[in-house]
């Protein structure tokens, strides 16, 4: 069942803790996305991997990081430089060459 | 920056009527996307039309676009409740970020 996935649906957090957020695909696409989205808004680029060890910020990287040192996976991590982390979060990945981007469910992310 | 920017930003009618919704881009593009997202969940890909092509249908969704006017829009025909969503457009922005406008609510009354 080829899919990409995002764990967990709902995480909370104190305000000062470093949180990482799990993307998988089992599509075997090469590029990878990481965005958020504040309530009645669209969505903000933060990270993005077009390719295994390599990565590109986006609009809005400052108090994130991610890694992608497997094909499949791309976590980021809300580190707590984020000043107003709580947001809903959604990955995404697509083939090479900017075809359909396919989303995961989110996470939604609390920090108090 | 946002570059597409989607118009009205919020949009309701009865079930059975027809949806258009507009976007607008900034920059050249070498194709636009439109994607729907229902509440609290992951976006769903609809449709992709090329800057060489005009129009594009598929099932009761058409899409058109006029590069000279930097604008797209979607056409929901024959509207039913499970359209009700937010529909976003997104366009490529220099070489390697695709870029989605803020969307539009559709809600489709029964």
């Known amino acids: 069942d080829g899919g990409i996935t995002q764990s967990p649906k709902y995480l909370f957090r104190k305000e000062g803790q470093n949180v990482t957020l799990s993307c998988e695909q089992n599509?075997?696409?090469?590029?990878m996305y990481w965005y958020r989205q504040d309530p009645g808004q669209g969505l903000r680029l933060i990270y993005y991997s077009q390719i295994v060890n390599d990565f590109q910020k986006g609009d809005i990287a400052e108090g994130y990081s991610v890694s992608r040192e497997k094909k499949e996976s791309f976590p980021l991590t809300v580190t707590s430089a984020q000043k107003n982390p709580t947001a809903f979060y959604l990955c995404?990945?697509?083939?090479?060459?900017?075809?359909?981007?396919?989303f995961g469910p989110g996470t939604r992310l609390t920090v108090t | 920056s946002q570059q597409g920017e989607e118009d009205p930003q919020a949009l309701s009618i009865q079930e059975g009527e027809n949806a258009t919704m507009n976007c607008s881009y900034k920059t050249s593009i070498n194709n636009l996307q439109w994607y729907r997202q229902n509440s609290g969940r992951g976006l769903v890909h609809l449709i992709l039309?090329?800057?060489?092509?005009r129009e594009k249908h598929s099932g009761r969704l058409r899409v058109t676009l006029d590069t000279s006017k930097k604008s797209s829009s979607l056409l929901i025909t024959a509207s039913r409740a499970a359209d009700t969503a937010s529909y976003f457009c997104?366009?490529?922005?220099?070489?390697?970020?695709?870029?989605f406008g803020q969307g539009t609510r559709l809600t489709i009354n029964p």
């Open positions: 039309i090329r800057s060489n092509e």
């Open positions: 599509l075997n696409h090469d590029a």
């Open positions: 997104a366009s490529i922005q220099g070489a390697q970020k695709l870029v």
């Open positions: 995404a990945s697509s083939m090479a060459g900017f075809n359909e981007q396919y």
